[in-house]
């Protein structure tokens, strides 16, 4: 899955010269929490978020009057607060690099390039979307949970012997802790009884640590 797949295209922009309160209010109405900053000729040039246009907002504890704060709030523009050099995607990287980027620079959200011009955003939240989705969340079915050795085959194995009770893995989801020795696996598994699950695991010396039914209607 690329990024192209999960991103919001046409993302809503704002020009730098935008003053911060206007940016703030545009934000609140459009129930978004960070606007990508263009010039005239649509050019990305920075990025600002809800965060940042709050923290540059006088606080309710000034001795300004009201009439002072609003002054300054319509000289302050966004060009003056928004990050100027900003951390992009390509719309065709997989979208596992995006949610990388995300964590390792900690911001919640990416302008999605493609061939230099602005197409799209991805946030966080399309993040969890797809996590959720992967692993079968709202769907039908048992949860079974088990850890095997790393070896070659031994997935195949498995996902043969439940297919042979008639089971259909609908979701699953491979993790690795620190011992890359042994893997830690997650499905969704539909057409099979939960006790049938267990019991062929143990035949196949996958050792159980979570089987749970959805609480969804069974599948």
Avoid: W
């Avoid at 809503?12 to 960070?34: D, G, H, K, Y």
């Avoid at 949860?143 to 979701?171: C, K, M, Y």
């Amino acid at each position: 899955m690329l990024v192209k797949h999960r991103m919001t295209p046409k993302p809503l922009t704002i020009a730098p010269t935008t003053p911060v309160s206007e940016a703030l209010s545009f934000m609140r109405q459009n129930r978004i929490r960070r606007l990508p900053i263009v010039n005239k000729k649509g050019k990305l040039v920075g990025i600002v978020s809800e965060k940042d246009l709050l923290y540059a907002s006088p606080s309710p504890a000034t001795s300004l009057s009201v009439y002072e704060v609003g002054y300054l709030l319509t000289k302050l523009k966004v060009e003056d607060i928004m990050a100027k050099e900003v951390i992009t995607v390509d719309a065709d990287a997989p979208l596992e690099e995006a949610a990388r980027i995300m964590a390792d620079n900690k911001v919640e959200g990416l302008p999605v390039m493609s061939k230099g011009e602005l197409v799209g955003i991805i946030t966080e939240t399309d993040i969890f979307k797809t996590f959720i989705e992967m692993l079968g969340s709202r769907e039908k079915g048992t949860r079974l949970t088990f850890e095997v050795p790393n070896e070659a085959g031994g997935l195949s194995r498995i996902t043969g012997a439940i297919a042979a009770e008639g089971g259909d893995i609908i979701a699953l989801g491979i993790f690795y802790g620190d011992d890359r020795t042994r893997a830690t696996v997650t499905m969704k598994i539909c057409g099979v009884a939960k006790d049938t699950l267990v019991k062929v695991m143990e035949g196949l010396n996958a050792e159980v640590t979570d089987v749970r039914e959805s609480t969804a209607a069974a599948c």
